[in-house]
């Protein structure tokens, strides 16, 4: 079974540009979730989507970012403009939605690194 | 919110050795701590977790203790090999979210490096 997936794996933009990240998550993962990690530091939550609602969207920098998950199956995040310290490698992560197979493990994808100049 | 403090940073054995990594989390309602391998150039993945009503859990090589009163928990990897070289990652939820996996609160990594 193919994992979470993600594109691009490494994507090179100037400031005030717009970057699109997509995740895949694994079939039948109701729960997918953003997170970032800037160089050196913590791996950081961004938002948490079951299905196509997002439940928890505390963890999104500023209104420049914008996360979208339509149809409840692969989710999109958008920065525009993206500034020098949106740096760094997004991870989206997946699982199942309560039941017996949410065992509170989050499958993650190899993540999008984002260069900002 | 919860706080998890992760040390050290880098942690350098022989093969064979032993490694510890510790964690210190701030949330004393928190109640789920796993543990994440990430390799280079590929995503986290789960290599063991830990709910609160347990104080140790161990799989082959690799156990987790938990100390709900000092609030830390650790990951021991006994019979270091090359491929256990990773960066390393605690977790925690915050308290409030009933032990679930949600929004997880990650350490900064510990990089572990296993010479031959």
């Known amino acids: 079974e193919a994992g979470v997936t993600q594109f691009p794996s490494h994507s090179v933009i100037e400031k005030g540009q717009t970057v699109t990240l997509r995740c895949d998550p694994i079939s039948g993962h109701d729960n997918l979730y953003w997170y970032r990690r800037v160089m050196g530091k913590e791996i950081k939550f961004l938002l948490h989507f079951v299905k196509e609602s997002k439940q928890d969207e505390s963890g999104m920098p500023n209104n420049r970012f914008l996360a979208e998950r339509t149809g409840g199956t692969y989710s999109t995040l958008k920065v525009q403009p993206a500034e020098l310290e949106d740096s760094g490698v997004y991870f989206c992560?997946?699982?199942?939605?309560?039941?017996?197979?949410?065992?509170?493990?989050?499958?993650f994808g190899e993540g999008s690194r984002l260069t900002v100049l | 919110g919860e706080n998890v403090e992760q040390h050290p940073s880098t942690l350098s054995v022989q093969e064979g050795d032993s490694a510890v990594i510790k964690c210190t989390y701030s949330?004393?309602?928190?109640?789920?701590f796993p543990w994440y391998k990430q390799e280079l150039g590929k995503g986290p993945q789960l290599i063991i977790d830990i709910r609160s009503n347990v104080g140790e859990k161990k799989d082959q090589r690799i156990a987790v203790t938990l100390n709900k009163t000092a609030k830390h928990f650790s990951l021991h990897i006994t019979e270091t090999q090359p491929e256990d070289s990773a960066v390393y990652f605690c977790?925690?939820?915050?308290?409030?979210?009933?032990?679930?996996?949600?929004?997880?609160?990650f350490g900064k990594g510990t990089l572990l490096t296993v010479n031959p």
């Open positions: 949330d004393s309602a928190s109640n789920y």
């Open positions: 977790a925690a939820p915050p308290g409030r979210s009933g032990g679930s996996n949600y929004k997880l609160t």
């Open positions: 992560a997946s699982s199942f939605y309560r039941g017996p197979r949410d065992t509170g493990e989050l499958f």
